[in-house]
């Protein structure tokens, strides 16, 4: 067997495989390997995306949950205000309602004072006229008449 000979031959093999990779082989791996280029590109921008909207998020979340924190003190405040109001209201009814009963019972007093003193005008002059009607039945005597007086201021 002849060198040049298997030399050409290996080289004609050579060149139809060359020819063959590049024909069917060559498209398709280098298709797959931009795609998974591609993809790998995509996937490290959707990650920079996904790192640039978490620190988004992450500020937005610090500035709602500052927000919140605003807003509930401000409705701590105000409920604090309301509830100073509502025990000012109550002190104000509360003395209203003490001073009318306060007077009510000055009115309610003075009636009874009034009657009682009606009353003691009534056994008073019941008193005096049984009195006078004791002291004209009996004889006219001083003694008697101090002894039936002094019995009468007992009474009284």
Avoid: C
Avoid at 54 to 83: C, F, M, N, P, Y
Avoid at 99 to 123: F, P
């Amino acid at each position: 067997m002849n060198v040049n000979a298997t030399i050409i031959g290996q080289l004609i093999t050579f060149w139809i495989l060359i020819w063959f990779v590049m024909k069917y082989v060559w498209g398709p791996i280098t298709s797959m390997m931009e795609a998974r280029a591609k993809r790998i590109a995509d996937g490290l921008a959707a990650g920079e995306r996904g790192k640039h909207e978490l620190e988004l998020a992450s500020k937005r979340g610090t500035q709602v949950l500052h927000e919140a924190k605003q807003k509930a003190s401000e409705i701590l405040a105000q409920a604090e205000k309301r509830a100073g109001e509502i025990v000012e209201d109550g002190k104000a009814s509360g003395n209203v309602e003490r001073e009318r009963q306060l007077s009510l019972a000055k009115a309610e007093i003075e009636q009874e004072v009034h009657r009682a003193k009606e009353g003691l005008r009534q056994q008073v002059a019941d008193l005096a006229v049984a009195g006078a009607e004791k002291i004209l039945r009996r004889e006219i005597d001083a003694k008697a008449h101090a002894e039936l007086l002094a019995s009468i201021q007992s009474e009284l």
